[in-house]
């Protein structure tokens, strides 16, 4: 349960807020004046039917306001809006939001005396969803999945008719036998509910939730279903037009759009290709001397260019479809693939090739257009062909009726790369690398096919939905996401926290007790007193602050060094003396021990982790009373990715370069220090260690509910100073603290809600960004 | 930490070693770890030989490939490209069949045939390079050279539309970037000589001006950030090209490639038309057979724009005539016969 629940969760009555006009019932006897105005805005959003913007705290119960008022915008307008599509980024934020969700519904219940006709449900992977009693002790997602749909392909399930041997899931049998017409009962459905149901009716769970996702009101599921376009297509195609699709937590959101664009080659990679392509060329030989029939039916399809006509089977899942020009879905597939043996050797020809340009030894940064003419002159392979292999090896791999696609998917990423390269000249770059960063003597060629424009994945969501809400805790500056995104929204607002007490401390510490400015600048970040002055500024806040304090470096590679010159000036033992110390590491198992260590260690009340877990993982009350942020967090400028990125955003959208960093590096430092304050009970200490966070430019990008709090006396202080002001500020803090306190100003009921004086100030609050 | 070094270290040692025994001559069985210098060569059969081997076997100038004894010319010998010898053999092979195949979508009325050419084309290098019906794929090479004499002639020196798309995204592009870095030298030299500037202002301020020292230096360390919002103007791309999309001093593509009109020429043939009805008294008889009485003869002045009875009269009599034996049937040509 959240922080900010417990304080107003009391005695659950909920109340019937009126937002302009709107019936909605909020599960909660209280709710904060922020809340509200969100609730305002997002509606006004709904009603324009445009995108928005919001930005709230944490902790400030950001996903129960979003979801009573959509829930009751779709009650009363059931022709203006359908469907709610809640996405977020981790299964542990999928199962918050429907319990969140749950509780409204019964809230519902309660207050109509009926059961409101919602079905709400989430969407997971196989792995999360599987109930085959082998299967589903699979680790591996790839793996699950593979096996599944080795036992439940269409024509696997056609061969197991003449022959017994082959084994089948029962569930999915059984699913596709009698559950496939069945609507869900009504009510709400988290992971575990899915595979109870699925138990209990001896179906697929998996399945059932695909099938469900389309007829019911309300899914949530992560960002890679709408924002992969290999999986949107399978999974979300056939959402309504009147859906609003929310972002949740998607201050990242444009780097997983280019993620979700991108590819990287190795060499291994087109080692395996070359396995596949053999395999591959082993199952042809076969099937020509079995069953010619096959591939001549496949051969004919291609050359009358009807395709889709095969698909539309929901077992077939391919692994295919990046976003393809609408061109390609009607023209048949060029002559010189159509054959399946030419498409092996344009296939393989093109690994080859891949292969030979990988044999550099020094950097090559292409556009896709140079691609394509070398790929032309080198193996006389030409555009239009290599635009349509993705989809000649999805039609191959679907008539050789391959059961297991995992094994296929070097090869299917080649295809993939080798679409998006000939479909895309604007937006991509080719970037070889022969050398590893962290590794420059090794030689280990890497092709990055980097995707730079976050608005190519995300363009159709834009497109295809009536609203598109992005929302986080962190989305300063607000007008850079429209232009990364490129996209205009309706409604832009961040919204700031009212708080019966100044339960948030940022400070800018710009010196050492020394004088000597503190910063992780290239040119400073070495000098040993610098470092120094970083060991000192932490083993003082750890002397005052009783409970746990995290800090944050810019990078590992800072962190090993700073530590490391710590252990000699006798920095650690100091530290130790106080409490006890976790350092994170970039091995994920390690980190997950020490951060539960850490946890465990909280009632010793003296830890410290240092490192990048900043997103996902909460420091709430005593778990964090402190962050201090070394340095600022710039990311690694020297990379040629992101050269290529900024380049292409200063040409494209004009977004200078240091613009760009700079509010990169803010999204990250807001993200960090935002992890101390979950709910308005918290309270915490943010320090920002170093001298450039003071200028307009930095300050000026910070979240606004931060900016409100960090006066010019905070922003030059001195270690000295900065302790003094820390031990002031923790004896107000742990003074006793009610709900009366905070009633009326941070805490409202219906009826001060409903005071006119108090609307008035809300709708100052709302100040349109 | 040492550990992780030496694992590291380890690490390297085989990837390079991999990497290196990649290249392997078959006959010598020399390797590019063991010789750095190594160099592979392959002829027409796509075989790998490393430089040595070459100079060895074939000192006289010709001789067969030890792998597929095929005969070989040592002048053939290039540098091997792709590690797959069939696809070194199959590029080969492909580049020498494309110069003569090297017709264009353009060159055909639709989609369909240019798909069924592209197959043919390619079954011809896939016979090819697989040694299937090498004779019978020869021939049909031979044949389609000598039908298409002229047109593989044309082709040669026209640049396909692709190569000419894809020429112009790259010039843009090296464009767009010149333009680029010469902006960013620019931009770099004014804000040097925007900083000293303001240096100087600001130390002439202070050994001048009368007032307070801590003011004049606050006013000076307002006014960058308020110059930072000053709006930054954008400039203008330099024209590159004409209103109708060509570049400007280009000249490849300046004019279009003159479409060749392979059509027959225009002939007249007289309609024929399909009376369903009597046949109309040709229009010589019309006066001897006195049809023309029973018209308004044509006076002076409509003679005068071009009116003539006898035109009047024939199409009175066609429009008269036309459709009487009309059954209601699909196809009318059956009534002409009955």
Redesign the interface.
Same mark, same amino acid.
């Given at each position: 349960m959240r922080k900010w629940e417990e304080e107003i969760a009391a005695e659950a009555m909920g109340q019937r807020l009126n937002v302009e006009g709107l019936l909605v019932y909020f599960p909660y006897d209280y709710i904060y004046p922020e809340q509200y105005s969100y609730m305002v805005e997002l509606k006004r959003a709904l009603d324009a039917k445009g995108h928005c913007l919001l930005e709230m705290p944490s902790g400030t119960g950001k996903t129960v306001s979003l979801l009573s008022l959509i829930v009751a915008y779709i009650k009363t307008n059931p022709t203006d809006l359908t469907k709610l599509i809640y996405c977020s980024r981790t299964v542990p934020e999928i199962e918050k939001a429907l319990e969140e969700l749950r509780k409204l519904v019964e809230f519902y219940a309660q207050e109509t005396g009926e059961n409101p006709n919602i079905i709400g449900l989430a969407l997971s992977s196989r792995k999360n969803l599987c109930i085959h009693p082998e299967v589903s002790k699979e680790r591996d997602g790839k793996v699950v999945d593979g096996r599944c749909h080795s036992m439940t392909a269409s024509y696997v399930r056609a061969k197991q008719k003449d022959d017994e041997n082959i084994a089948l899931c029962s569930f999915y049998e059984d699913w596709d036998g009698h559950g496939k017409e069945i609507m869900l009962p009504y009510g709400i459905y988290n992971l575990d509910d899915l595979k109870e149901y699925g138990r209990k009716k001896g179906w697929c769970p998996y399945f059932v939730a695909r099938k469900a996702i389309s007829y019911a009101s309300i899914v949530v599921y992560s960002y890679h279903y709408l924002l992969d376009p290999k999986i949107a297509e399978l999974v979300s195609k056939e959402m309504s037009r009147s859906s609003v699709v929310v972002f949740d937590e998607a201050h990242n959101i444009d780097n997983v759009c280019i993620d979700s664009m991108s590819v990287n080659i190795t060499r291994r990679l087109l080692d395996k290709c070359q396995n596949c392509i053999q395999v591959l060329e082993r199952t042809i030989n076969n099937i020509k001397e079995t069953d010619s029939v096959r591939l001549r039916e496949e051969y004919q399809r291609l050359v009358e260019g009807l395709r889709g006509a095969s698909i539309a089977r929901e077992a077939d899942v391919l692994l295919a479809n990046p976003v393809f020009p609408d061109e390609i879905l009607q023209e048949a597939v060029p002559g010189n693939i159509r054959n399946a043996e030419h498409f092996m050797v344009f296939i393989k020809r093109f690994v080859e090739y891949l292969k030979m340009r990988l044999r550099v030894q020094h950097v090559v940064q292409e556009s896709p257009a140079g691609f394509l003419k070398d790929c032309a002159q080198r193996v006389c392979i030409e555009r239009k062909p290599l635009r349509f292999c993705a989809e000649r090896l999805a039609s191959l791999l679907r008539t050789l009726e391959i059961a297991d696609l995992s094994d296929f998917s070097p090869l299917t990423l080649i295809s993939h790369f080798a679409t998006l390269v000939s479909t895309y000249t604007k937006g991509f770059s080719l970037i070889i690398e022969p050398y590893d960063e962290k590794t420059p003597t090794v030689l280990n060629p890497i092709l990055h096919f980097s995707c730079m424009d976050a608005s190519i994945a995300i363009k159709p969501v834009f497109d295809r939905f009536q609203s598109v809400v992005i929302t986080s805790g962190t989305l300063s500056p607000l007008d850079m996401y429209p232009k990364i995104l490129d996209f205009h929204p309706v409604i832009m607002s961040s919204f700031t926290m009212t708080l019966a007490r100044q339960c948030i401390l940022p400070m800018i510490v710009a010196r050492g007790n020394d004088q000597v400015a503190i910063s992780s600048r290239f040119e400073t970040r070495d000098d040993i007193a610098v470092i120094r002055n970083y060991g000192n500024l932490l083993v003082d806040i750890v002397s005052v602050v009783p409970d746990g304090v995290v800090c944050f470096f810019t990078s590992y590679l800072y962190m090993e060094q700073v530590v490391a010159s710590w252990y000699d000036q006798e920095i650690i033992q100091s530290i130790q003396k106080r409490k006890l110390l976790f350092i994170e590491t970039q091995d994920a198992a390690e980190t997950s021990l020490a951060l539960l260590n850490y946890i465990k260690a909280r009632n010793m009340r003296c830890s410290i982790t240092l490192g990048k877990v900043s997103e996902g993982v909460d420091f709430d009350h005593h778990l964090g009373r402190a962050v201090i942020m070394m340095g600022i967090p710039y990311v690694y400028t020297q990379s040629r990715i992101l050269r290529a990125r900024l380049e292409y955003l200063r040409d494209q959208f004009q977004i200078r370069e240091n613009d760009f960093l700079t509010f990169d590096a803010m999204r990250h430092a807001a993200q960090c220090v935002g992890r101390v304050l979950r709910g308005k009970t918290d309270y915490g200490i943010m320090v920002f260690a170093d001298k450039r966070f003071a200028r307009v430019d930095k300050k000026g990008k910070l979240p606004r509910w931060i900016q409100e709090h960090l006066k010019d006396s905070m922003c030059n202080l001195s270690t000295e100073e900065a302790v003094q002001i820390c031990k002031r500020w923790l004896r107000q803090m742990a003074q006793p603290f009610t709900r009366e306190d905070q009633l009326g100003v941070s805490l409202l009921t219906l009826e001060q809600l409903q005071s006119e004086e108090q609307q008035k100030r809300i709708q100052q609050r709302a100040q349109q960004a | 930490m040492e550990a992780l070094y030496v694992e590291?270290h380890g690490? !390297?040692h085989v !990837? !390079?070693r991999e990497?290196m025994e990649d290249q392997v001559c078959p006959r010598c069985k020399t390797t590019k770890y063991r010789n750095p210098s190594l160099k592979l060569l392959v002829n027409v059969c796509g075989h790998a030989l490393c430089e040595s081997c070459v100079d060895l076997l074939f000192i006289k100038g010709s001789g067969s490939c030890p792998q597929c004894q095929i005969p070989l010319r040592r002048n053939n010998f290039r540098i091997q490209?792709?590690? &797959?010898s $069939? +696809?070194e053999k @199959? +590029?080969d092979i492909? %580049?020498r069949i494309?110069k003569d195949f090297n017709k264009s979508e353009d060159d055909f009325p639709d989609?369909?045939e $240019?798909? &069924? $050419?592209? @197959? @043919? +084309?390619? !079954?011809i290098i896939?016979n090819l390079?697989n040694n299937i019906d090498v004779d019978e794929t020869k021939r049909r090479i031979e044949q389609y050279k000598r039908d298409n004499k002229d047109q593989i002639a044309r082709n040669r020196v026209r640049p396909s539309q692709? &190569?000419l798309e894809? @020429?112009e995204?790259?010039i843009n592009?090296k464009e767009?970037h010149e333009l680029?870095s010469q902006e960013f030298v620019k931009e770099e030299k004014k804000e040097k000589l925007r900083k000293m500037r303001e240096k100087e202002a600001l130390i002439d301020d202070l050994m001048f001006s009368e007032g307070d020292a801590k003011q004049i230096l606050a006013m000076h360390s307002i006014k960058p950030?308020a110059k930072?919002v000053q709006q %930054?103007t954008?400039t203008r791309k330099p024209a590159t090209q004409f209103s109708t999309g060509i570049a400007i001093g280009h000249k490849g593509s300046f004019v279009p490639p003159p479409k060749v009109s392979e059509a027959l020429l225009y002939s007249y043939v007289p309609p024929k038309v399909t009376l369903c009805g009597p046949d109309v008294p040709e229009p010589e008889r019309l006066s001897s057979d006195g049809y023309l009485k029973h018209v308004r003869q044509a006076d002076d002045a409509s003679m005068a724009s071009g009116f003539r009875t006898d035109y009047a009269c024939y199409r009175a009599l066609q429009e008269a005539f036309i459709g009487l034996f009309f059954f209601n049937r699909s196809d009318p040509l059956e009534m002409d016969t009955s």
């Amino acid at each position: 349960m959240r922080k900010w629940e417990e304080e107003i969760a009391a005695e659950a009555m909920g109340q019937r807020l009126n937002v302009e006009g709107l019936l909605v019932y909020f599960p909660y006897d209280y709710i904060y004046p922020e809340q509200y105005s969100y609730m305002v805005e997002l509606k006004r959003a709904l009603d324009a039917k445009g995108h928005c913007l919001l930005e709230m705290p944490s902790g400030t119960g950001k996903t129960v306001s979003l979801l009573s008022l959509i829930v009751a915008y779709i009650k009363t307008n059931p022709t203006d809006l359908t469907k709610l599509i809640y996405c977020s980024r981790t299964v542990p934020e999928i199962e918050k939001a429907l319990e969140e969700l749950r509780k409204l519904v019964e809230f519902y219940a309660q207050e109509t005396g009926e059961n409101p006709n919602i079905i709400g449900l989430a969407l997971s992977s196989r792995k999360n969803l599987c109930i085959h009693p082998e299967v589903s002790k699979e680790r591996d997602g790839k793996v699950v999945d593979g096996r599944c749909h080795s036992m439940t392909a269409s024509y696997v399930r056609a061969k197991q008719k003449d022959d017994e041997n082959i084994a089948l899931c029962s569930f999915y049998e059984d699913w596709d036998g009698h559950g496939k017409e069945i609507m869900l009962p009504y009510g709400i459905y988290n992971l575990d509910d899915l595979k109870e149901y699925g138990r209990k009716k001896g179906w697929c769970p998996y399945f059932v939730a695909r099938k469900a996702i389309s007829y019911a009101s309300i899914v949530v599921y992560s960002y890679h279903y709408l924002l992969d376009p290999k999986i949107a297509e399978l999974v979300s195609k056939e959402m309504s037009r009147s859906s609003v699709v929310v972002f949740d937590e998607a201050h990242n959101i444009d780097n997983v759009c280019i993620d979700s664009m991108s590819v990287n080659i190795t060499r291994r990679l087109l080692d395996k290709c070359q396995n596949c392509i053999q395999v591959l060329e082993r199952t042809i030989n076969n099937i020509k001397e079995t069953d010619s029939v096959r591939l001549r039916e496949e051969y004919q399809r291609l050359v009358e260019g009807l395709r889709g006509a095969s698909i539309a089977r929901e077992a077939d899942v391919l692994l295919a479809n990046p976003v393809f020009p609408d061109e390609i879905l009607q023209e048949a597939v060029p002559g010189n693939i159509r054959n399946a043996e030419h498409f092996m050797v344009f296939i393989k020809r093109f690994v080859e090739y891949l292969k030979m340009r990988l044999r550099v030894q020094h950097v090559v940064q292409e556009s896709p257009a140079g691609f394509l003419k070398d790929c032309a002159q080198r193996v006389c392979i030409e555009r239009k062909p290599l635009r349509f292999c993705a989809e000649r090896l999805a039609s191959l791999l679907r008539t050789l009726e391959i059961a297991d696609l995992s094994d296929f998917s070097p090869l299917t990423l080649i295809s993939h790369f080798a679409t998006l390269v000939s479909t895309y000249t604007k937006g991509f770059s080719l970037i070889i690398e022969p050398y590893d960063e962290k590794t420059p003597t090794v030689l280990n060629p890497i092709l990055h096919f980097s995707c730079m424009d976050a608005s190519i994945a995300i363009k159709p969501v834009f497109d295809r939905f009536q609203s598109v809400v992005i929302t986080s805790g962190t989305l300063s500056p607000l007008d850079m996401y429209p232009k990364i995104l490129d996209f205009h929204p309706v409604i832009m607002s961040s919204f700031t926290m009212t708080l019966a007490r100044q339960c948030i401390l940022p400070m800018i510490v710009a010196r050492g007790n020394d004088q000597v400015a503190i910063s992780s600048r290239f040119e400073t970040r070495d000098d040993i007193a610098v470092i120094r002055n970083y060991g000192n500024l932490l083993v003082d806040i750890v002397s005052v602050v009783p409970d746990g304090v995290v800090c944050f470096f810019t990078s590992y590679l800072y962190m090993e060094q700073v530590v490391a010159s710590w252990y000699d000036q006798e920095i650690i033992q100091s530290i130790q003396k106080r409490k006890l110390l976790f350092i994170e590491t970039q091995d994920a198992a390690e980190t997950s021990l020490a951060l539960l260590n850490y946890i465990k260690a909280r009632n010793m009340r003296c830890s410290i982790t240092l490192g990048k877990v900043s997103e996902g993982v909460d420091f709430d009350h005593h778990l964090g009373r402190a962050v201090i942020m070394m340095g600022i967090p710039y990311v690694y400028t020297q990379s040629r990715i992101l050269r290529a990125r900024l380049e292409y955003l200063r040409d494209q959208f004009q977004i200078r370069e240091n613009d760009f960093l700079t509010f990169d590096a803010m999204r990250h430092a807001a993200q960090c220090v935002g992890r101390v304050l979950r709910g308005k009970t918290d309270y915490g200490i943010m320090v920002f260690a170093d001298k450039r966070f003071a200028r307009v430019d930095k300050k000026g990008k910070l979240p606004r509910w931060i900016q409100e709090h960090l006066k010019d006396s905070m922003c030059n202080l001195s270690t000295e100073e900065a302790v003094q002001i820390c031990k002031r500020w923790l004896r107000q803090m742990a003074q006793p603290f009610t709900r009366e306190d905070q009633l009326g100003v941070s805490l409202l009921t219906l009826e001060q809600l409903q005071s006119e004086e108090q609307q008035k100030r809300i709708q100052q609050r709302a100040q349109q960004a | 930490m040492e550990a992780l070094y030496v694992e590291q270290h380890g690490c !390297t040692h085989v !990837t !390079t070693r991999e990497s290196m025994e990649d290249q392997v001559c078959p006959r010598c069985k020399t390797t590019k770890y063991r010789n750095p210098s190594l160099k592979l060569l392959v002829n027409v059969c796509g075989h790998a030989l490393c430089e040595s081997c070459v100079d060895l076997l074939f000192i006289k100038g010709s001789g067969s490939c030890p792998q597929c004894q095929i005969p070989l010319r040592r002048n053939n010998f290039r540098i091997q490209l792709f590690e &797959d010898s $069939y +696809v070194e053999k @199959e +590029v080969d092979i492909r %580049r020498r069949i494309l110069k003569d195949f090297n017709k264009s979508e353009d060159d055909f009325p639709d989609l369909r045939e $240019y798909n &069924d $050419y592209l @197959e @043919e +084309v390619e !079954t011809i290098i896939f016979n090819l390079a697989n040694n299937i019906d090498v004779d019978e794929t020869k021939r049909r090479i031979e044949q389609y050279k000598r039908d298409n004499k002229d047109q593989i002639a044309r082709n040669r020196v026209r640049p396909s539309q692709e &190569d000419l798309e894809l @020429e112009e995204i790259l010039i843009n592009e090296k464009e767009l970037h010149e333009l680029r870095s010469q902006e960013f030298v620019k931009e770099e030299k004014k804000e040097k000589l925007r900083k000293m500037r303001e240096k100087e202002a600001l130390i002439d301020d202070l050994m001048f001006s009368e007032g307070d020292a801590k003011q004049i230096l606050a006013m000076h360390s307002i006014k960058p950030a308020a110059k930072e919002v000053q709006q %930054r103007t954008e400039t203008r791309k330099p024209a590159t090209q004409f209103s109708t999309g060509i570049a400007i001093g280009h000249k490849g593509s300046f004019v279009p490639p003159p479409k060749v009109s392979e059509a027959l020429l225009y002939s007249y043939v007289p309609p024929k038309v399909t009376l369903c009805g009597p046949d109309v008294p040709e229009p010589e008889r019309l006066s001897s057979d006195g049809y023309l009485k029973h018209v308004r003869q044509a006076d002076d002045a409509s003679m005068a724009s071009g009116f003539r009875t006898d035109y009047a009269c024939y199409r009175a009599l066609q429009e008269a005539f036309i459709g009487l034996f009309f059954f209601n049937r699909s196809d009318p040509l059956e009534m002409d016969t009955s």
